[in-house]
């Protein structure tokens, strides 16, 4: 597609749920990050993935929090047992190269009830 | 640790008039990436300028603007010719080069009114 999509756009779940947030980076981007921003807050970056490296997990929040990316394209953000406190934007963004920006998705919305 | 500060939480402008946010940051690199972003109700976070730090010359995109003053870390943003198109929220992000990852730190943001 012609920008980053993310999915789903909301989603509510019930405390000590699993949820999957799924992103599809633009083709050919090869930097792909996960940020959350929540309420009055700035973006909080979570994970980067480049190419085949290994990725770089150093802002997720705890070991509920995990990510991965098949085949250097889709990725999907897993948040296991979920606490009220993870409400918040999840946004993706992915990018060619860091230096000219990002461009992101329009984010998936977590409300945990 | 780099961090970025945002220190106007809102701000507004009436519709054809100048507005310049605000953005200070802390590094000890010397070459590093300064953008802008503007999210507006949709969520899409939407480039607006980027700087690139071993560039005296302030970037400027039609109406955006910034005055990047380096021994200062200072990095603001002006609006010139206001639209109502231009009610967001407006964040600041500094690019840290650390082995190549570009993980962006942005600060708080800035919610910006434009009044007609």
């Known amino acids: 597609g012609a920008g980053v999509s993310q999915s789903p756009s909301n989603k509510v779940t019930e405390k000590g749920k699993d949820v999957e947030l799924r992103c599809d980076p633009i083709?050919?981007?090869?930097?792909l990050y996960w940020y959350r921003q929540s309420l009055g807050q700035g973006l909080e970056f979570l994970i980067y993935f480049q190419g085949n490296s290994a990725p770089d997990k150093s802002g997720l929040p705890s070991d509920r929090f995990s990510a991965e990316r098949t085949g250097g394209s889709v990725s999907t953000l897993t948040i296991q047992r979920t606490q009220q406190e993870d409400s918040a934007v999840y946004l993706c963004a992915s990018s060619p190269s860091g230096i000219y920006g990002y461009t992101f998705g329009s984010g998936t919305r977590l409300t945990v009830v | 640790a780099q961090t970025v500060t945002q220190s106007q939480p809102e701000m507004s402008v009436q519709e054809a008039e100048t507005v310049t946010l605000s953005c200070t940051y802390d590094?000890?690199?010397?070459?590093?990436?300064l953008f802008w972003y503007k999210q507006p109700p949709s969520r899409q976070m939407i480039l607006v300028i980027r700087q690139e730090a071993y560039k005296q010359q302030n970037a400027t995109e039609n109406r955006f603007s910034v005055n990047f003053q380096k021994a200062a870390k200072s990095f603001s943003l002006k609006i010139s010719d206001s639209q109502l198109g231009d009610t967001a929220m407006y964040f600041c992000?500094?690019?840290?080069?650390?082995?190549?990852?570009?993980?962006?730190?942005f600060g708080t943001g800035t919610r910006l009114k434009v009044l007609a």
């Open positions: 992000a500094y690019a840290q080069t650390t082995s190549g990852t570009y993980k962006y730190i």
């Open positions: 590094t000890s690199e010397s070459n590093y990436y």
């Open positions: 083709s050919g981007h090869t930097a």
